[in-house]
């Protein structure tokens, strides 16, 4: 990519997508795309192949996809699996039909078996069966690295794609039926501090183990990977740290001052018990993330209380 090259952001209102567009900028590229969903609707083939069309962008961030936490998952699994395909099948497509240089698709750590061996290497896809409350999601998101990769092999596109781990920051969604855990938590623990509740729900066991990504290393990781990365398979963005559920809701409570005291909630699920991936390949392309767990907990904490309305 040149400073000057077109390049299409899809979902750049989302978590990620406006990360990567704040990146991109802070670098310097001014040639940016961006359409809201009621401009291009990325599910509709013949809109996504005019908008191709005519705006001919030479660099694709595919960012754009239905996401949500494990209660989501679990309740709209047919949402996940149909719109998710959509999206991505019209965009790919699009992209090989009308010449895109490159394009950077962006899946999830779910897509890993339940019970990989841990931690997580990206040649363990699809040697096991997927963890429930997300397989709709999983597959959608396997069925587009996929596609990448045999598009690559069979036309040579330079379709490449990406597995982060769980990301937050902001622009983050914070609804608590529909969020991940950690903009859950901000949200719960915020509330429970003004309202001086005595306690705060927390789903499930506390035991399953997570690993948190702030969402402008994510960001970076991709420009990176946009800049550097031509290979076929995927490559895990992480930071190879993980906690439980329990030390991330106490570190939570405490960045944000809470007194009170945690209750789980074990008729909520715990989904899968780990997926910590390794950032082996990233790293030895030459990508290191910089912002640690507490920092970025601060600087989302700080984004919610100056834009959550
Ligand atoms: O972040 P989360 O919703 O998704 O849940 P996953 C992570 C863990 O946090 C689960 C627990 O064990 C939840 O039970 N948890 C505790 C909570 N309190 C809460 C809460 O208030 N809200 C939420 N949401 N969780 C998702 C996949 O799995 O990871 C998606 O479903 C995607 O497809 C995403 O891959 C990155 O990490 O379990």
């Not at 969020?179 to 927390?202: C, M, Q």
Request: proline share 4%; net charge negative; with cysteine.
């Amino acid at each position: 990519m040149d400073l000057n090259s077109k390049i299409y952001v899809a979902g750049h209102r989302g978590l990620v997508g406006s990360a990567i567009v704040r990146n991109l900028q802070s670098k310097g590229y001014k040639n940016i795309i961006c359409k809201t969903h009621k401009e291009l609707d990325l599910t509709n083939q013949q809109a996504v192949r005019e908008f191709f069309e005519n705006e001919r962008p030479e660099y694709v961030f595919l960012a754009a996809a239905k996401v949500g936490g494990i209660n989501a998952n679990n309740t709209y699994p047919a949402d996940f699996i149909y719109i998710n395909l959509m999206i991505q099948n019209n965009v790919i497509k699009a992209a090989h039909d009308f010449n895109v240089k490159k394009l950077l698709f962006l899946g999830s750590t779910c897509i890993y078996p339940k019970m990989a061996p841990q931690p997580i290497k990206e040649e363990y896809l699809l040697t096991g069966a997927l963890e429930e409350t997300n397989e709709a999601y999983a597959i959608a998101k396997i069925s587009g690295l996929e596609m990448c990769k045999f598009f690559k092999r069979q036309y040579g596109d330079n379709f490449i794609s990406c597995m982060p781990t769980n990301l937050y920051g902001p622009n983050d969604n914070f609804d608590l039926k529909s969020s991940h855990v950690l903009p859950a938590l901000i949200r719960k623990f915020h509330e429970a501090k003004v309202n001086k509740n005595d306690t705060v729900e927390v789903w499930g066991t506390g035991t399953p183990l997570r690993e948190f990504l702030y969402v402008d290393d994510m960001a970076d990781a991709c420009v990176f990977l946009m800049e550097n990365y031509d290979g076929e398979q995927h490559v895990n963005i992480g930071t190879g740290e993980e906690v439980s559920i329990k030390e991330l809701a106490e570190t939570v409570k405490e960045v944000i001052g809470f007194e009170g005291e945690l209750v789980f909630n074990t008729d909520m699920p715990d989904g899968t018990p780990r997926k910590l991936t390794t950032v082996e390949k990233l790293h030895g392309l030459g990508w290191n993330h910089k912002i640690s767990l507490r920092e970025g907990i601060e600087l989302a904490y700080n984004w919610f209380l100056e834009n959550y309305k």
